[in-house]
């Protein structure tokens, strides 16, 4: 299932939300904050599970169709050794993420062979007008919808084709996930 | 607290984070934090801990979960504040 999530760094480190107790008992669990304080660098930290939170709420959301929430504590995370993948539970349901840090980004999605993950400093059209391109159509009249819900997908006017995807913008980064189909 | 004076108070909490300027002029109980007004979802928590302060209530998560509109905002700060 596709989800995807993208902090712009420059942005997020002025925040200083792993200084913040409040704020972590708003969207940590217990375990989750005793990991950021003893991180090396709190603040990434706080952003790696912040992203692999919303990531898997995507994912969630979608599967299920359920409506939205505000509710980042029942996401739970837990990491490798490495850190560069993990896994979030929430109500009995498991996601495999995926983790790619830069200096001035994170980026999340969940782990999935047939997911392209796409992301870019343009703005958002462009950069989705340069991944249908590469995968799908040359075509550019598109509309991004949202369901009832606020899901989000694709219609691809020329192809008659709705292709669900997965939207994130942070600061100056956009990035989508879109699950790979050939027609 | 009148209706009137909760809402007053939660446009001006929420300025600093509004992305769209164009749902702020619009500000009513509809309006979606996210949607209207493009708050980012980390924002949105920072909007939660502000509201706790301005009004000095205590948001628990289960009640956070459902503040998605000014609308559910007002009736989650409504229920918290004390009566009379």
Redesign the interface.
């Known amino acids: 299932m596709i989800g995807n999530d993208i902090i712009d760094l420059n942005l ?1 480190r002025t ?1 200083k ?1 792993s200084e ?1 107790l ?2 972590l008992q ?2 940590c669990t217990e375990g989750e904050i005793e990991l950021i304080k003893s991180s090396e660098d709190p603040e990434l930290f706080f952003w790696k599970v ?1 992203s692999m939170k ?1 990531t898997a709420y995507k994912a969630h959301q979608r599967l299920f169709d359920i409506p ?6 029942k996401y739970e995370c837990h990491f490798n050794p490495g850190n560069k993948v993990g896994l979030v539970s929430i109500d009995g349901c498991d996601y495999n993420v995926k983790l790619s840090i830069s200096a001035d980004s994170i980026h999340c999605h969940t782990r999935d062979a047939s997911i392209e993950v796409f992301t870019g400093v343009k703005n958002k059209d462009q950069i989705l007008i340069n991944f249908l391109a590469s995968h799908y159509t040359k075509e550019r009249t598109f509309d991004l919808r949202k369901n009832s819900q ?1 899901i989000p997908s694709c219609y691809l006017h020329n192809l008659k084709k709705i292709i669900p995807l997965s939207v994130s913008h ?1 600061g100056k980064f956009t990035a989508f996930a879109i699950p790979l189909i050939k027609s | 607290m009148s209706e009137k004076e909760i809402l007053t108070r939660l446009k001006k909490i929420v300025e600093p984070y509004v992305q769209s300027l164009e749902g702020l002029q619009n500000f009513k109980e509809e309006t979606d934090f ?2 209207d007004l493009q708050i ?3 924002n ?3 909007v ?2 502000d509201v ?1 302060d301005e009004f000095n209530i205590e948001i628990d ?1 289960d009640s ?5 509109t000014v609308g559910d905002a007002k009736a989650i700060i409504q229920r918290k504040l004390p009566q009379g």
């Open positions: 997020a925040e939300k913040n409040r704020i708003k969207i912040w919303e939205r929430k505000l509710n980042p504590q606020g942070h | 996210l949607n980012n979802s980390a949105l928590v920072d939660i801990l706790e998560n956070m979960e459902g503040m998605l």
